[in-house]
């Protein structure tokens, strides 16, 4: 596992225990043996959110290799806003290389007439997420995506704070009637068996909850790969996000056909 920038500033000795990088967890998680109770209930956990991530979104494969360009010619786009951490806002890479530009290259290359708009904030947790939902929103928005909660594990937020917080943004977005990709995160091992299965808890949870669309973990096949990771070992390259855009658009089609079934309703 290599050092990162967080491991090596961060103070106080809580901090200083209370977070492995992102860019190890796999790897930790990987090490402990396949007999291990954490991992045993983590796997359960895991499990249990890919099991609702399937259920929730049956044909987002066959949706995509359906989406023929030009398909969507003519249509008023649909506005998808991309709410998130500095995973969404495209931290330390070019414009073009980060989260919201590499998808929305992804859906114009489905065919789909789609805006996706970044409303990444790095460093921003649930709490700055939900403070901040009411003007990263306007009129026209149809869709949203979620990718929050990274930060309050890194800082060792209560995973209730999380839950409450992302609850919050759950209701007032169904409220409106939006359609919503929910994407999931995991808790750094060394913040204990029991924190880590609470926060692994939290997303699979609110999608079963409020039934919107689930990813998982957002860092799916990045995480723990050197290669994929800048140096800090915890942002994605343009190579990382190329990687986390091919797996999590299938469901962002779907996300945007929930957008347009609903406006055509």
Known sequence: MFQTWFERTLSGPRDRHAFMAYG??????????DK???RARLSRIMAAALLAFVVSTPAAAEE???AEPGTSAGADPVKVVALGTSLTAG?????????VPQLQA?????GLAVVVENAGVSGDTSAGGLARLGWSLNDDVDAVIVELGSNDALRGFEPQQTRENLTAILDELTGRG???LLTGMLAPPNLGEEYGEEF???YPDLAAEYDVLFYPFFLEGVAAEASLNQADGIHPNADGVAVIVEAITPYAVQLVKHARDDASS
């Open 24 to 33: 190890g967890l796999t790897a930790v998680y990987n090490r402990r043996s």
């Open 178 to 180: 939006l359609p919503v």
């Open 64 to 66: 995509v290799a359906s």
């Open 106 to 110: 992804a859906l114009d290359a489905a």
């Open 36 to 38: 291990s109770p954490t």
């Open 91 to 99: 931290f330390g890479l070019d414009q073009a290389d980060g989260f």
């Open 200 to 202: 692994a808890s939290i």
